[in-house]
C-alpha cells in the first residue's frame, strides 16, 4: 500500500517545483566536463567561465596540484574523522599557522566550508540573551546563523552604519550586540563601509562580524583583505574568510586570539560534528598561502584586468557605477530579462548565468561577472562586445 505521507509530499514538491518554472526560478545543474584556466566545456561546448570564485586562477597552479598530489599518495583521500577526534593533520596545524600569521592574529581555526564557519562561529558566540544585526544584503549563512543563534534578529539597510546605531540605541540591556556583514558583498560587489560600522559599534559597545569570503586574499596592498583595505586591523573585527574562493582550496576559517580560537574548538557545532577537510586540501591550501606570499602578480594581474573589464562596461554603457571590486553586477531587474540575456551569451560561447531571487532580491535579477586574474584582454573585450549585442536584443 502507498505511504500516503510520502505521497502528499510528492505532490506539494512537484507543486512548488512547477511554481518555481512558472516565476522564471527554475535552476539548472550544469555539469563541467572539462576545465582550462577561465575556459570550461559543458555538453561538448567551450565556453568562457564568468562566473567562478577562483580569482587569482590558484584551484588548478601546478604547485598545488602536486602537493594535493603528494599528500593524496601518504595521507590518503578522506580525514577519517572530525577535528576533535581524530581528524587534524600536521597539516592542518600547518594551515592554521599560516592564516593566523597571514592576518597578523594569534591564531585560526578551519571548517569544512565558509558555511559552516559562519553557522559554527555566530551560534556558538550569540544566545537569546544578545542582539544580532545583519546587513540586508548579507550571505544566506549568515542569515541563518544569525537566526540559528536565537539572539534577537534585526536587519539593517544595506550598508547603512547609521541605521545600525539607530537599532543599536534600542538594544542596550542585551548582553552582547554583534553587527555582522560581508566585507566584499557576494553578489553587489560592493564593500562594506568597514570604518563607519567599526565607529558605531565601538560607541555603542558593539562586536563586528566580517565575512570576508570575497575579500580576504584579494582586497588591500598586500591581499590582507576589507580591513587592510579600509587601513584597519583585523583584531577590531571577528574576522571569517573562505579558502574555496581566491585560495582556489575548500574550507572556511575564522582568525582571532588564543581564547576566542579555544572556546570555538568547544562551542562551535559545526566545527566538532563534522569530517575535518581533506588533508590533500589543507595542504594545497598552505601552498596557496606561500604562493600568495611570494608572488605579487596573480593580485597585480586580477585589478588590471578588473580595471581593463569595468572600463569597457563603463564606456558602453554597461555598468552605471563603479562597484571597486572584482565582482561586477549587471543588474537587469526581471528574472525573465536576466534568462534571456544569459542565454545569449550562452550562444556567444559565454557562460554567465542569471541570478535570481532568492539569491538577490525581488526585482534585482542581474547578471554577476566576476573577474579572475587568467581571463585574457581578449576575452574581456568578446565579453564586452557580446553583452552589448545581447543587451540590445533582450
Ligand atoms: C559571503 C559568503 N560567505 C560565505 C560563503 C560560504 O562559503 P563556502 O562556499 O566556503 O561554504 C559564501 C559562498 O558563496 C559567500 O559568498
Known amino acids: 500500500m502507498d505511504n500516503f505521507p510520502l505521497q502528499q509530499l510528492w505532490t506539494d514538491i512537484a507543486r512548488e517545483l512547477a511554481e518555481l518554472e512558472t516565476a522564471g526560478l527554475r535552476r539548472d545543474i550544469l555539469p563541467i566536463e572539462a576545465i582550462d584556466g577561465p575556459l570550461v566545456r559543458i555538453r561538448g561546448r567551450s565556453l568562457v567561465c564568468w562566473c567562478s570564485n577562483d580569482y587569482l586562477g590558484l584551484s588548478a597552479h601546478p604547485r598545488l596540484r602536486a602537493v594535493a598530489a603528494e599528500v593524496v599518495s601518504t595521507w590518503g583521500v578522506g580525514s577519517r574523522a572530525s577535528r576533535l577526534l581524530s581528524g587534524t593533520s600536521l597539516w592542518h596545524q600547518r594551515l592554521e599557522e599560516a592564516l593566523a600569521a597571514w592576518f597578523a592574529a594569534q591564531a585560526a581555526v578551519v571548517y569544512p566550508s565558509g558555511y559552516l564557519a559562519n553557522l559554527g562561529t555566530i551560534t556558538a558566540l550569540l544566545s537569546n540573551r544578545d542582539v544580532v544585526l545583519v546587513d540586508r544584503l548579507a550571505h544566506a549563512s549568515l542569515i541563518e546563523a544569525a537566526r540559528a543563534s536565537r539572539a534577537r534578529f534585526r536587519v539593517f539597510h544595506h550598508n547603512d552604519a547609521s541605521h545600525a546605531a539607530e537599532l543599536l540605541s534600542r538594544s542596550s540591556s542585551a548582553r552582547r550586540r554583534m553587527i555582522v556583514t560581508e566585507g566584499v558583498f557576494s553578489m553587489e560587489g560592493d564593500c562594506a563601509p568597514l570604518r563607519d560600522l567599526l565607529e558605531v559599534a565601538e560607541a555603542h559597545q558593539a562586536l563586528v562580524y566580517v565575512d570576508d569570503a570575497h575579500g ?8 590582507r583583505g576589507s580591513p587592510e583595505a579600509a587601513g584597519l586591523p583585523h583584531h577590531r573585527f571577528l574576522y571569517m574568510g573562505t579558502l574555496g574562493k581566491a585560495l582556489g582550496c575548500q574550507g572556511g576559517f575564522v582568525t582571532g586570539p588564543v581564547p576566542l580560537i579555544r572556546f570555538l574548538h568547544h562551542r562551535a557545532r559545526s566545527f566538532i560534528y563534522t569530517t575535518a577537510l581533506p588533508t590533500s586540501v589543507v595542504a594545497a591550501a598552505v601552498e596557496a598561502l606561500e604562493i600568495l606570499g611570494r608572488e605579487m602578480h596573480h593580485r597585480l594581474c586580477l585589478w ?15 555598468l552605471p557605477e563603479s562597484i571597486g571590486s572584482h565582482i561586477i553586477p549587471v543588474e537587469v531587474g526581471r528574472s525573465d530579462k536576466a534568462i534571456r540575456l544569459s542565454a545569449r551569451l550562452w550562444q556567444a560561447g559565454i557562460w554567465a548565468p542569471a ?22 584582454q581578449q576575452q ?15
Do not use: W, Y
Open 216 to 223: 580576504a586574499f584579494v582586497l588591500g596592498d598586500t591581499g
Open 304 to 318: 588590471e584586468r578588473v580595471r581593463s573589464l569595468t572600463h569597457h562596461l563603463h564606456v558602453r554603457r554597461l
Open 355 to 376: 541570478i535570481r531571487p532568492p539569491t538577490v532580491p525581488k526585482g534585482k535579477a542581474r547578471l554577476r561577472l566576476s573577474v579572475t586574474a587568467l581571463h585574457t
Open 380 to 394: 574581456i573585450e568578446d565579453l564586452v562586445c557580446a553583452l552589448q549585442d545581447a543587451v540590445r536584443q533582450t
